[in-house]
């Protein structure tokens, strides 16, 4: 009979050992678990405390209504659990585990023919003055979630001071805001989501977020705490902000420490290395989920990518094998996405960032329109960004936001990049149509066709940040086509060189623009601007320039 131990039971743990049973009816399979709750989906604590779910138990149960405990798995998927057990040592020579029982202190030592490394992350604690106060949470378990639900719905809870702009953090800002807590959020680098935005489309976010209520405070770093045993003000290098809650969402490291111990390799993004078959440096034992590291497909480069979704992935892989199969995991994109209130965003491949860093010789192209066609109930606008290999055609990478449906956007260019697609195979996918849905020409088409006209010299795109510079420069001719009704309702701010010409009124109103001007055409997603790019170039204007993504996707000031 094979003996698996595996370490860990949220979520590549408990999946691998289910995995496992499927295969093998006859192995003993052994879970090992520090805490006292398993297979839990912390993704979802954000939303308990902003009132969507009623019930934290909501997090341990099945669809069906089951609770997952040490019980369900035993009498389900006959697999030992056992919780409050603390592994303190990996003996590879024995293939043996040390173990303590953190309930009664009693040692013993458990034997193993595979082994299962599955012990998560742990959220960054910075050691600042007054960290061990009261009131600062990190929220990484449900218990976390629970005490600040608790303070709002008691009314202990009118400020909150979120540190870090990433997903947990930006999700938590959301939450609170929507409970009626005021909430600001401090992030040390300049932008939010440093991690996986660009620039442009960060500014967009941001710019969204603070319209909506929620405070950012970018580009400042935390100091010190301050309060007596609770917290009540945060100190940064610019400022004193008082709070009744603070919530660190300031990243994770993966938990090596075993791994380290028991003399296994640690790649260099400092998880677990890993090859395709989740296999450690020693054969007989695997790792998973937050702790091992991952492959990019795209570059491939080892990153570390916590992820829920791809943690259940590298689980089943490891099932599978240690179940006496040969299954390979390719790797990740690092595809994220996120709610902020109302506004969408989501990221796949790299960013234009990345493939700057990386040395490859690239084309993006940023295009905006709504989700649906316009005459559609519910149709709201969105901005697709797509990076591109100029050689190959291949796609790197892709980022969309807006009000309306991203994440089916990024999820069709995952699929595109896990096979290696071109802007040509984007286009010549057939993806479904139906008014409710999507316009006859999806927003990645458009995007791909974008892409497209650049590299055959048809667009001559210039982005939101280039297109700032300029704006301050103060030499180029912005020139909006877009109605008088329209203009006056909203407008690019501190904008000197702007000149409103509907596109209907440009062929007549040519003398108007010196040919020798630079030109930057837009509307309210640059469509128009590039009809007015077409007409300027037909008449001998030499350079002209789209806006790429119009005002929608404009990320800084505007004015009504």
Known sequence: MKKVVVIGAVAAGLKSAAKIRREDPEAEIIVLEKGSLISYGACGMPYYVGGLIADVSEFVKTPAGAIRNPDFFKNVKNVDVRIRMLVTAINRVDKTVSVRSLETGEESVLPYDKLVIATGATPVKPPLTGIELGGIHQFWHPDDAVAVRSGIDNG???????????????????????????????????????????????????????????????????????????????????????????????????????????????????????????????????????????????????????????????????????????????????????????????????????????????????VAGPDKPHYMPGSKPITVKLIVEADSRKILGAQAFGEGEVVKRIDVMAAALTMGATIDDLFDMDLAYAPPYSSPIDNVAVAANAVMNKLSGKLKGISALTAKEKMAEGNAVFLDVRSPAEYSQIRLANCPGVKNIPLGQLRTKLNEIGKDDEVIAFCKISLRGYEAACILEGAGFNNVKVLEGGIVSWPFDCEK
């Open 156 to 366: 202990q809870i009118k400020s909150a001071v979120v540190i870090g702009a990433g997903l947990v953090g930006m999700e938590m800002a959301e939450s609170f805001k929507v409970r009626g807590v005021d909430v600001t959020v401090i992030e040390m680098k300049e932008q939010v989501f440093p991690a996986f935005l660009d620039t442009e489309v960060a500014g967009s976010v941001a710019k969204y977020a603070v319209a909506n209520g929620i405070t950012l405070l970018l580009g400042e770093k935390v100091e010190r705490f301050g309060g007596e045993g609770t917290v009540k003000e945060v100190v940064t290098n610019k400022r004193v902000i008082p709070t009744d809650i603070v919530v660190l969402a300031i990243g994770v490291r993966p938990n090596t420490e075993l791994a380290k111990a028991a003399g296994l390799a640690i790649g260099p993004s400092g998880a677990i290395a890993v090859n395709e078959y989740m296999e450690t440096s020693d054969p007989d034992i695997y790792a998973g989920g937050d702790c091992a590291e991952n492959t990019n497909i795209v570059s491939g480069k080892k990153v570390f990518a916590p992820m829920g979704s791809t943690a259940n992935k590298h689980g089943r892989v490891i099932g599978e094998n240690i179940g006496g199969n040969r299954i390979k995991f390719r790797g990740v994109l690092n595809t994220v996405a996120v709610r902020v209130l109302n506004f969408h965003v989501g990221k796949t491949g790299l960013t234009e960032r990345e493939a700057k860093e990386l040395g490859y010789q690239y084309v993006t192209a940023m």
